[in-house]
């Protein structure tokens, strides 16, 4: 599972030493999956965000990307609260768990493809630790393809597509996304009405 102390990738770790030097107040280290621990929805996104989730040491939270993804979350029942300030503002999650396909400020927000691949294990035991039925929410396409590699699925075989679904082994359901960055809401590639068609869909998946 999760290793807070992880090191496995030189680059990465080079640059979060950098980082915590230069920011001594921030997180600056792998950031934890934040949740609950029996979820009925995983979401998984790219990485930790500069001054978002290495900064406070939460997913989402503090930066752009969060503000579209926890007001979703609440609008849905699955958040005590409809924004995420802190990793000590009390905020909760119900039914829902978030985590990264890297778990590592990657630079220019970039992880390479071995890292990706090196930080597989960790996403591998979350997704083995689910129930049947759980949904996967994959925001953008590297966590949607890091996602199938811990099952061993071809890429070829699950297209990423925003709304897009897949069956995967052990009655688990995927739904793709497009990422909440600020980059896809502000240009409309992703309005909250497409984001909010999503949880809609996934709330007929899990009976919510």
Same mark, same amino acid.
Request: net charge neutral; aromatic share 8%; charged share 20%.
């Given at each position: ?106 630079? &220019?927000? %970039?992880? *390479? !493809? #071995? ?9 591998? @035991? =979350? ?58 809401? &502000?240009? %409309?590639? *992703? !309005? #909250? ?9 996934? @709330? =007929?998946?899990?009976?919510?």
């Amino acid at each position: 599972m999760f290793d807070p102390d992880c090191r496995r990738c030189k680059r990465l770790a080079t640059f979060l030493g950098q980082v915590g030097e230069e920011y001594p107040d921030y997180h600056a280290r792998p950031v934890a999956p934040f949740g609950d621990p029996n979820p009925s929805l995983l979401i998984v996104g790219l990485a930790p965000g500069m001054h978002g989730a290495n900064a406070t040491g939460r997913p989402f939270t503090g930066d752009y990307a969060g503000i579209l993804l926890y007001n979703t979350l609440f609008k849905f029942a699955y958040a005590s609260t409809p924004e995420s300030l802190s990793a000590d503002d009390g905020l909760t999650l119900t039914g829902c768990r978030i985590t990264n396909a890297v778990k590592c400020l990657p630079p &220019q927000n %970039k992880p *390479l !493809t #071995e890292e990706i691949h090196r930080c597989n294990d960790f996403l591998r @035991a =979350e997704i083995e630790a689910l129930a049947e039925g759980t949904v996967i929410m994959a925001l953008g396409t590297i966590a949607h393809q890091a996602v199938l590699r811990a099952l061993g699925l071809k890429l070829s075989a699950h297209k990423f597509g925003h709304l897009a679904e897949h069956a995967l082994p052990g009655g688990l359901h995927l739904i793709d996304s497009y990422h909440c960055s600020r980059y896809n809401t &502000q240009t %409309k590639r *992703l !309005t #909250e009405g497409m984001f909010h068609d999503v949880f809609k869909r996934i @709330a =007929e998946l899990t009976g919510a």
